[in-house]
T-cell receptor, first 113, second 113 residues
């Protein structure tokens, strides 16, 4: 079946540090891949997406590249800010039938000044 | 403003007392869905609806009901809530038919005593 595996959190970083949050997936065919972010007390917001292999999604300084060969979609940011503290969810949408997004368990990021 | 609106945002209730969480979207989306978020489990789909009068079970439908009488509304009904339904609930509608990207409400935190 379809599944998403994310690295365990929390990830604790100092401001301006480099961020990587690992995400790997299992799916048949070519799913669409997403990163959603959840700020404290809020709903999920789409951060970035990629719909085919080798696509790079980017937004707000965050990037992720769709790697079919390693079934990965790791989230990166070169210099994190305190305001990036949130929970990050990796998700996939199966290529056939869009009944649901399949989410990872989420990774909490804590950035200190 | 495009949005998905859930009510109530917070609710404390007791076992067995029927409750309804409402969800309304103003984007004319055909597809809507309910998720629950629990620590360590990520988001799991409860029910979804492809269009008016068309609903189907997600991964964890036990103890829940839904209805879709109008395109904009998709209420979640707990006929006899139990403590294991204490959770954070999110309603979402489909933003992109091709990729399956979802647009989320802000969440409803439910506590069943």
């Amino acid at each position: 079946g379809n599944s998403v595996t994310q690295m365990e959190g929390p990830v604790t970083l100092s401001e301006e540090a480099f961020l990587t949050i690992n995400c790997t997936y299992t799916a048949t065919g070519y799913p669409s891949l997403f990163w959603y972010v959840q700020y404290p007390g809020e709903g999920l917001q789409l951060l970035l997406k990629a719909t085919k292999a080798d696509d790079k999604g980017s937004n707000k300084g965050f990037e992720a590249t769709y790697r079919k060969e390693t079934t990965s979609f790791h989230l990166e940011k070169g210099s994190v800010q305190v305001s990036d503290s949130a929970v990050y969810f990796c998700a996939l949408s199966p290529p056939t039938g869009f009944q649901k997004l399949v989410f990872g368990t989420g990774t909490r990021l804590l950035v200190s000044p | 403003e495009a949005q998905v609106t859930q009510n109530p945002r917070y609710l404390i209730t007791v076992t067995g007392k029927k409750l309804t969480v409402t969800c309304s979207q103003n984007m004319n989306h055909e597809y809507m869905s309910w998720y629950r978020q629990d620590p360590g489990l990520g988001l799991r789909q409860i029910y979804y609806s492809m269009n008016v009068e068309v609903t189907d079970k997600g991964d964890v439908p036990e103890g829940y009901k839904v209805s879709r009488k109008e395109k904009r509304n998709f209420p979640l009904i707990l006929e006899s809530p139990s403590p294991n339904q204490t959770s954070l609930y999110f309603c979402a509608s489909r933003w992109d038919r091709v990729t399956g990207e979802l647009f989320f409400g802000e969440g409803s935190r439910l506590t069943v005593l």
